[in-house]
């Protein structure tokens, strides 16, 4: 493969539709449902579904011939039909499924939260959520995981923001599996809007070089991740809190 890194081409691209990120998730999707078909189980998040890990196999010509491929498979785990669970705790922050953090039994589902935190990096250019490097207790589980998006990606599209809400779902047993996100409108390229121009490749950290999936690609993508959701975060907080002091005046002047 001789295209590099999918993250490093969206940068250099500059630009970036929500149509031609659907035609990307929608090859990363229909390889994990291929895998999933096998009993496949990607979940070992040091060598896995990160951006780091999706490669091209060529370099593309236009948007049109992007050929995405999963590497690093050292650590995969295969389950069976009678047995469609594991157990071990692997893993990369900011990529983890909530039953991955409190250590509980985990199906193939992780690997629709972690495709669901890859759409959301490559449609937003931050991590959906905060760091989460801890275990997290099952009453803060809500709270941690309530899906919040930047100010620079006010214009995405209802369907999309519709499509990340049905991957990242706390609850494991109701999450969108890679079959049913395969069908998803914005997925099937039905609803991506091709006139809408995503911010992202401007927050998303180029790859400093070297194989995909290299210990100091990760910790490079994922600091500056972390570092794009703080200051999400940021602005978020500050557009409420100039909200409440508007409608706090507002109150005042009815008095």
């Known amino acids: 493969m001789h295209g590099g890194e999918l993250f ?25 449902v291929y895998m999933h078909s096998k009993n496949v189980i990607h ?20 948007s049109h011939d992007v050929e995405v491929k999963i590497i690093d498979f050292g650590l995969s785990k295969l389950v069976s039909e009678h047995l469609p ?4 705790f692997l893993g990369t922050r900011g990529y983890l499924a909530p039953e ?26 931050c991590l959906p959520f905060d760091d989460d490097c801890q275990s997290i207790p099952s009453p803060d589980l809500r709270r941690k995981f309530t899906l919040r998006f ?3 990606a006010k214009d995405l599209s209802p369907s999309a ?7 990242l779902d706390i609850r494991s047993e109701t999450r969108y599996t890679a079959e049913q996100a395969l069908s998803h409108p914005w997925v099937a ?27 100091q690609a990760t910790r490079d993508h994922v600091s500056r991740m972390v570092a794009n959701r703080a200051m999400a975060n940021a602005q978020l907080n500050a557009s409420m809190a100039n909200k409440d002091g508007t ?3 507002v109150r005042k002047i009815s008095i």
């Open 8 to 32: 490093d081409y969206v940068v250099q691209k500059g630009t970036l539709t929500e149509e031609e990120a659907s035609r990307i998730v929608r090859k990363v999707t229909d390889a994990m």
């Open 43 to 62: 979940r070992n998040y040091d060598q896995d579904m990160k951006p780091e890990n999706l490669l091209l196999a060529h370099k593309p010509r236009s």
């Open 85 to 88: 669970v594991a157990s071990s």
């Open 100 to 125: 991955m953090l409190q250590r509980k039994r985990y199906t193939k589902s992780v690997d629709a939260w972690a495709l669901g935190v890859i759409v959301f990096v490559l449609l937003c250019g």
């Open 150 to 152: 930047p100010r620079w």
């Open 161 to 167: 923001r519709d499509l990340l809400n049905k991957l």
């Open 189 to 215: 390229g039905k609803t991506a809007r091709r006139d809408s121009l995503l911010q992202s490749p401007g927050h998303i950290r180029p790859s400093p070089g070297g194989r995909g999936g290299s210990t």
């Open 247 to 249: 409608n706090s005046r």
